[in-house]
């Protein structure tokens, strides 16, 4: 049984003891030193979505552009991992965004024909999203699913649960998710019992998995960002929630870990060479920057855009910032094979996995 099996088997059943287990849900959270809202977005992008070729970019704002509203969606891809997907859609009159996402991620809903190929909504078919609540001051996001959201197998609950925060917290102002059935709040999903008792963040992590030899009683969750490809051999980017041991640098082993590649044989793609080596992270007011040290790397030579981007991703899902700094041998005079440049700090991206129609 692999490790992604076994830590999936102990927190559904909420008995995985490890230090970032929520107190009341069994869930993962982040230590209280670290942030748990989602990425901060920037206005000054400096790395656009590359005509939409899967080169792109972050969980973004879900923002109204006319009668149309770019929106990020968690689907599952031919591999059974959750991916964002950036998709453009018309609003009817008093819809709204978050609410739409989440139609959109019924399984053969009317929007089925809208959901490009190689993915699959995770939503139990038939399901009706009665409402949606946005409740500002709190930054939480309150959906009530009609009794059809309680029709899936047991092996899914998990993914459905983050499909839904991943998503609802992809929201401008929202990092909290709560789960209500026919207008009851649930505390615990209702086919296998994953414990909802506090409100649901990003803290509970996506596509779980565990580095070699980690120590579970000393480790700390990092969500890092690999490639993969769909079936016309469009690239796009995949988060996942490694375990790891606990270090004093969380950041900084979060990008160790992107450069040491996937595991447990998942069809992804390594996005750095294992001979990057990271100097250091640091991070100052808000922004994040990392040095990195590469011996082959050879002035006046483009970095690959989609390393770049993977780094980016990562560093501001581990930190919470929106800004990144990176430092090649100590230079920041470099581009990448999009000729973007790095000598000022980069913003997350303002859309991810936005495939042509």
Request: net charge negative; proline share 5%; with cysteine.
């Amino acid at each position: 049984m692999t490790h992604y099996r076994l830590i999936r088997r102990a927190a559904l059943a909420g008995v995985l003891a490890l230090p970032i287990l929520t107190t009341g849900c069994g869930l993962f959270s982040q230590p209280a030193s670290e942030s748990i809202d989602p990425p901060q977005n920037s206005a000054q992008n400096v790395t656009a979505d590359a005509n939409n070729n899967g080169q792109t970019v972050a969980q973004g704002d879900q923002t109204n552009q006319g009668d149309q509203s770019q929106m990020t969606l968690y689907l599952k891809d031919r591999n059974g991992l959750l991916a964002p997907i950036s998709v453009m859609a018309a609003l009817g009159t008093d819809e709204k965004p978050g609410q739409k996402a989440l139609e959109m991620m019924v399984d053969g809903g009317k929007y089925a024909s809208e959901i490009p190929d190689g993915f699959q909504a995770v939503l139990p078919e038939g399901t009706v999203i009665k409402g949606l609540n946005i409740v500002p001051d709190q930054k939480l996001a309150v959906v009530d699913f009609s009794k059809e959201f309680g029709n899936y197998k047991a092996e899914d609950e998990r993914s459905i649960v983050e499909a839904i925060t991943w998503t609802l917290t992809s929201l401008q102002d929202v990092n909290k998710v709560e789960i209500t059935l026919e207008g009851q709040r649930l505390t615990e999903m209702p086919v296998d019992g994953l414990p909802m008792d506090d409100d649901l963040t990003r803290a509970i992590g996506i596509n779980l998995e565990a580095s070699d030899n980690v120590d579970y009683s000393l480790s700390t969750p990092v969500t890092i960002y690999f490639s993969a490809l769909t079936p016309d051999d469009v690239q796009y980017f995949v988060p996942v929630t490694r375990l790891v041991n606990r270090s004093d640098n969380k950041a900084k082993t979060a990008i160790e870990q992107l450069i040491s590649g996937p595991i447990n044989n998942l069809p992804l793609k390594a996005v750095m060479t294992s001979d990057v080596l990271v100097k250091n992270v640091t991070k100052k007011d808000g922004i994040v920057t990392v040095e990195l040290q590469d011996d082959s790397y050879q002035a006046g030579q483009p970095e690959p855009a989609e390393m770049m981007d993977a780094l980016v991703l990562s560093l501001t899902e581990v930190t919470g910032l929106g800004k990144v700094q990176v430092k090649l041998n100590g230079k920041t005079d470099f581009v990448d094979t999009l000729n973007r440049k790095y000598t000022e700090p980069v913003s997350r991206m303002e859309t991810l996995n936005a495939f042509k129609s």
